[in-house]
């Protein structure tokens, strides 16, 4: 299986893919995960590619190292998920008083990672809207929008301004409600490209937040994937007592 080419690093890619198998039980608690060489031949990628991904997930909690017998996964006990719940309105207020700037807007040949998520037939193309998110002071997040063939289809780039916020905006193209959306957030390092576009150095962290929206009936509507620069945005949660 070969990575992703594109802006987003292959060990992040690579670290999501472990991830994944361990959160979805593939690989069980305790397992000895395969090899470096193993991992370097099965994905194409470099002895430091592999390390770093690695050094994440061990950040992380998702896997532990002992000298001489190799890398296992972390039992799935202590890695229990916080589910916390907003509203679909709190996300398209959380854009007011941003604007952006639209790159690209063309159809692409789907992400793996994008085309599991959409539920996409093989050989099935999307629709990818790159843009950057800026405030005054400057740009503070730079994003992909994947959207499935029949819509992108509905959708031109001249239509796009720098005031478009895109979920009322799909909506009112598709005729077609966000029911729910689901969101998670990571941390990453900014390669030259996601750098590029948020005025940051290259190997600077950057929060990655990967949103899905879906209608009532539970079909995909679109996904997208935004590099947050942390020194502009910042993400608070309150809690209370129930």
């Known amino acids: 299986m070969m990575l992703d080419s594109g802006p987003t690093p292959l060990y992040f890619q690579l670290k999501n ?22 991992l370097c031949i099965e994905y194409g990628v470099s002895r430091a590619t592999v390390r770093q991904a690695i050094l994440e997930l061990e950040k992380e909690g998702f896997v532990y190292r002992e000298r001489g017998k190799g890398t296992f996964v972390t039992d799935r006990e202590a890695l229990k998920q916080l589910s916390l719940k907003g509203t679909i309105e709190n996300l398209i207020a959380s854009g007011r008083g941003t604007f952006i700037k639209v790159l690209e807007y063309r159809e692409v040949s789907p992400p793996s990672r994008v085309a599991k998520i959409l539920r996409l037939k093989e050989n099935v193309n999307i629709f990818q809207l790159e843009i950057i998110r800026l405030i005054p002071k400057g740009p503070f997040g730079y994003s992909f929008i994947y959207i499935p063939l029949h819509f992108g289809k509905m959708i031109s780039r001249d239509e796009l301004s720098e005031k478009t916020e895109f979920i009322t905006f799909f909506e009112r193209k598709s005729r077609t ?29 950057v929060l990655v937040i990967e949103r899905q929206y879906y209608a009532r009936d ?19 949660i309150e809690l209370t007592r129930t």
């Not at 893919?17 to 039980?25: G, W």
């Not at 969101?183 to 600077?204: R, T, Y």
């Open 177 to 205: 409600r966000v029911h729910r959306a689901s969101q998670s957030i990571d941390v990453s390092l900014a390669n030259e490209v996601v750098a590029k576009n948020l005025a940051i150095k290259p190997m600077d962290p």
């Open 218 to 236: 539970g079909s995909a509507l679109f996904m997208s994937l935004t590099y947050f620069r942390p020194d502009i945005y910042k993400y608070k």
């Open 17 to 38: 893919i472990v991830k994944s198998k361990i959160t979805s039980n593939e690989l069980k608690a305790q397992e000895r995960l395969p090899s470096e060489s193993q």
